[in-house]
T-cell receptor, first 115, second 112 residues
């Protein structure tokens, strides 16, 4: 049973370009979460999605960032017009859903570098 | 709002030393508590968890007890190894589908 998959693992973008980060949850998991880890900091929640729905985006920056989890295919975190401050590790996590206490399973992360 | 505080690092220990990493939380209700570990260049792995007061989570020689009266979830290991060198994150979640709130992380280095 494959774990959470993220690609690319490393992404380099110039300032002003767009970054697209992909996350495939574990098989059977319908809930996806995105977190950002800035250098020398802990992980901060960004957004929580279920299939075709954004449930909680309270941690998303108001501009340039968007996320989706379509009916088919991976979840996408999109950053438009990247700036140096967007350089960070972006982690995706998935869980089966509500009902009992399910921990979140994390992917290996995408390390974004903005030059 | 809800938050997690943990001891500042970095922590450097000799092999076979006793490890304690303090963690306290602020949250309403009865959150689930977690310790995650991040090895260099990798993602997070769940190390252990506890879902209610007085529960003890344990894994790979690590353990932590959910203390509601002191709102704490301290991580302990009796004898650390070089392979335990990593960053350790204390975390909480309010419900089974809610976001995880992380502490700032504590970097541990174990030297031979």
């Amino acid at each position: 049973n494959a774990g959470v998959m993220q690609n690319p693992r490393h992404l380099v973008r110039r300032r002003g370009q767009e970054a697209r980060l992909r996350c495939s949850p574990m098989k059977g998991h319908s809930h996806v979460y995105w977190y950002r880890q800035l250098p020398e900091e802990g992980l901060k929640f960004m957004v929580y999605l279920q299939k075709e729905n954004i449930i909680d985006e309270s941690g998303m920056p108001k501009e340039r960032f968007s996320a989706e989890f379509p009916k088919e295919g991976p979840s996408i975190l999109r950053i438009q017009q990247v700036v140096r401050g967007d350089s960070a590790a972006y982690f995706c996590a998935s869980s089966p859903g509500a009902g009992v206490t399910y921990e979140q399973y994390f992917g290996p992360g995408t390390r974004l570098t903005v030059t | 709002g809800d938050s997690v505080t943990q001891m500042e690092g970095p922590v450097t220990l000799s092999e076979e030393a006793f490890l304690t990493i303090n963690c306290t939380y602020t949250a309403t209700g009865y959150p689930s508590l977690f310790w995650y570990v991040q090895y260099p260049g990798e993602g997070l792995q769940l190390l252990l968890k506890a879902t209610k007061a007085d529960d003890k989570g344990s894994n790979k020689g690590f353990e932590a007890t959910y203390r509601k009266e002191t709102t704490s979830f301290h991580l302990e290991k009796g004898s650390v190894q070089v392979s335990d060198s990593a960053v350790y994150f204390c975390a909480l979640s309010k419900t089974s589908y809610d976001k995880v709130i992380f502490g700032p992380g504590t970097s541990l280095s174990v030297i031979p």
